[in-house]
């Protein structure tokens, strides 16, 4: 994987009414301090790329549907490899994402998805880098 | 209502393919710091109830589904009065709740529904007192 991304393994509780998804606790390796919290909804099929943070650090879980997130590192020499990773219920993980690292996602299921960011600093638009899509040459078809 | 129960309407972004669905800022009025984010999910017409807090603050939002919460503050003589809020897309606002307030809550749509709960605290049992359902005198019925 790309130097400081990390996968975590989450827990689901199961509690009678309704189950309980842990997301991310202060003391847990990747939380670098609370800047924002918000949610992105990815429609079936629809892409959101591609996008890199300068100085944020995301935190991401997926509690609704499925969502694969495609990350790729042009600050080394390797550009052509994409690290890819599905997240769900299913695989249920929290993915957190270094500055300088594009990413793009895309909604898996046939139902919207939805996904929580824990972001390390609040929504700034002048420490985000944007691209088009076909700027970055991935294969996006399921 | 409530003294320190703060609702505080969110923005929800049209964004193409998704929407973005603002949840909490540092910054914004009823932050107290982090201690943990998770998910609670809770079936149609099941009650989760009751709970108080002794330390944690609670910043709860609805991104998924109808729930209705109800709050309960035994601390005045005014010990009859509930106040109830729903929560969803349609009135998507965040519930700023103090410690020492009971809460329940019940899923009010057909599918399953889901709060984010993002704690000034980490989870400890310690913390939390719980009474049974039946122990506040509330009607519940839909």
Redesign the interface.
């Known amino acids: 994987m790309i130097n400081d991304v990390i996968v975590t393994p989450l827990k689901i509780i199961d ?13 847990d390796s990747g939380y670098s ?11 079936s099929g ?3 790329a591609w996008k890199r943070h300068r100085d944020m650090i995301l935190n991401i879980v997926v ?2 549907g499925q969502i694969k997130f495609v990350l790729f590192d042009d600050r080394s020499d390797d550009k052509e490899e994409f690290h890819e990773i599905i997240l769900s219920k299913s695989n249920y993980c929290r993915l957190t994402v270094p500055p300088m690292v594009w990413m793009g996602f895309q ?1 898996m299921s046939k139902n ?3 996904l ?1 960011n ?1 972001a390390s600093i ?1 929504h700034d638009p002048h420490e985000v880098n944007r691209k088009f899509e076909e700027e970055i040459k991935y294969n996006w078809s399921i």
């Open positions: 509690v009678p009414g309704g189950n309980v998804l842990h997301a991310l606790k202060a003391e301090g609370f800047g924002e919290a918000y949610f992105s909804t990815v429609e629809a892409i959101k509690p609704v909604g919207t998805s939805m929580l824990i609040p």
